[in-house]
């Protein structure tokens, strides 16, 4: 049987790409922090489902919360990076990149104790502008990525990359494992995230069991966030962020735990691991 790459994005509530507009990063430390509570509530559910997963973490959460990242890594989970403040990867250029990689390496292996080789970029956000990104990653020696949504979206994309997992440069083993896919009346959507939140969990149930049965692991990916439904409202964001970001949140932690129980998961390097194997 497959195994398929449970993941979650560990940034807090005001971190979020929907709110980036409207929440200013200096304001960030004034805000109440939740993060440390929601992922202990991850760890929880994944425990209680007896699986491991990676957990992709801002280096600004490492930072602020290391005995967090501690735990996650004594349960046996894996800890990779997903930036230090969730910038857009194509609001950078390649130096400034490579400087925000540094920069969260070091605090989530401080924290963790771990070693990092495995990053996700905020909001899938390799695209057609950073045609560099993944040398750079090569480069600093990450062996895997998970940072694109192979669909077209207002926020992210890249509708004409492979579905399953590939080598994006000739001469380096590092591996791109793009986000499952799952069609919804002939829509493409991540099967991850608010769409598996927000839609029928069959809906993924679906595009994981057709990679599967193609061969390949799914990527699916969520955020604590999404199990915390008292969290504090961000009135003056755009309607529809609010709709996409506060929808069924109180549904997130049920559907969840099902997903666990129906399929095979487990941590993302071991699933790449799995892969390189047979990738040319």
Known sequence: MVVNALSVDIEDWFQVGAFETVIAREDWPALED?????T????????????????????????????????????????????????????MGPEQFRSDLARS???????????????RAPSFSFDARTPWAHQVLAEEGYGYSSSIAPIRHDHYGVPDAPRAAWRPLPDSPLI??????????????TAGGGFFRLLPAG???R?????????NPAIFYFHPWEIDPDQPRVHAAPLKSKLRHYARLGAMRGKIAGLI????????????????????
């Open 34 to 38: 939740r993060v440390e509570a929601n």
């Open 40 to 91: 202990d509530a991850v760890l929880e559910l994944f425990d209680e489902g007896g699986v491991k997963g990676t957990f992709f973490t801002l280096g600004w959460v490492a930072d602020r919360h290391p005995a967090l990242l501690r735990r996650i890594a004594d349960a046996g989970h894996e800890i990779a990076s997903h930036g230090w403040d969730h910038q857009r990867v194509f609001t």
């Open 105 to 119: 390496r070091a605090a989530l292996e401080d924290a963790s104790g771990t070693k990092v080789v495995g990053y």
């Open 176 to 189: 791109e494992l793009p986000v499952t896919i799952a069609t919804l009346l002939g829509r493409e959507v």
């Open 203 to 205: 809906i993924t149930d």
């Open 207 to 215: 595009a994981v069991r057709a990679a599967n049965a193609a061969g």
């Open 261 to 280: 129980a129906r399929h095979r998961w487990g941590r993302t390097d071991g699933v790449v691991a799995a892969l390189a194997r047979g990738l040319a």
